[in-house]
């Protein structure tokens, strides 16, 4: 996929922005604060509907107006046109159309472009909560698989349900001892919990399976071969490596099946606490990727150094299981990369993705540190001051 041209209304300092951009590599360059990272949020909201910095929809909003506005023209591997739309007002909430319809929900867009953004933020993958490794690991799956996705969505739509219930009961016994308990509704929300959940849990560990090659290959290419890493995932289950009984299953052989039966028993086992805690205690929501170097949790034990080399072999995996899973070349935003990471790593990064013949756009205060990684004929130049397009 190429992209290749974007209208930006209003988002941030760009208060009207259109830019045609080249389909090797786009550096976007200027001062600190000029609405760089913008472009490449703008890209994000026009191909997943939001941006990757974490906020609400009405901080993205320029000063002053009343809705954002980001419209995007690209060409597939097919060289097909492709078109979409994505506008927000602050009293209407956000509309999305594009090639295929009008009127689309979010999860109708994602995965129409295929997207892999490397920004300094995102060190807390290897670095952060399991929280962080498990957006990470939800954001590749609900871009390569709409069933994905669509579980997901009614997943995280049960747990509220479930919550909401368990909470608020716990709320009415704190007034009145007396109160009633629905737990037949409870147990309704359970059941759809337990459904979305096996599913989720389920394409998890395949995905793990399928991406862990590329992981180490990478970070063998970017390290010359001189650690061992994985990528390992723990649901929130009981296996044989736990300090469990022999009721235990292991998790490289289970089926949907197995991994139902085993959310039911925790339900069992767990439904007196999650009553009186009043909140959900198991479920996918809880499970961890780890990832290791030489055996060793990196969170914990790796440098500063190889968190960087990991955070670039796993956004390097994600490229080849979405090129692979989407049969199409997944476009690559580096935001702000120069300051995180040193020169050899960069070229190497650049390298491999001018193997891949991906549309790169890179975004720098110092255009001068590119010129020397590719062919000058191979780079468009775009200067941005204060939300503008500078021409030179």
Known sequence: MIIDNILIRNVRNHFFTEIEFNGNVNVIY???GAGK???????????????????SDSNLVSKGEEFYEVQIQS????????????KYQLNNGKTISNSYGDNLTPKELIGTIPLIILTPDYRIITSGSPQSRRDFVDRILSQSNKVYLDELLKFKKALKQRNNILLQNKLNNSYNSNSQFDEDLLDVWTNQFINHSSELIFRRLQ???????HFSEFYGLVSNNSEAVSLEYQPNLVFNNSNSNSNSLDKNDLKLEDIRNKLNQKYKNLKFEEIKRGTTLFGPQKDEFLIKI??????????QGQHKTLLI????AEFQYLKNKRNEIPIFLLDDIFSEIDSYRIK???ELLRQNSSQIFITTTNPKQVEDVFNQESIKFIHINDGKVQNE
């Open 30 to 32: 200027g001062k600190n």
């Open 37 to 55: 990272t913008s472009i490449l949020e703008s890209i994000s909201i026009g191909s997943l509907s939001k941006s990757f910095i974490s906020g």
């Open 75 to 86: 060409t597939n591997e097919l060289n097909l046109r492709y078109f979409a739309k994505v």
């Open 207 to 213: 995905f793990v399976k399928e991406i862990q090659p």
């Open 294 to 303: 030489n055996n060793n949790i990196a969170r914990e034990f790796a440098s």
């Open 313 to 316: 072999s796993l956004k390097f």
């Open 348 to 350: 190497m990064v650049i």
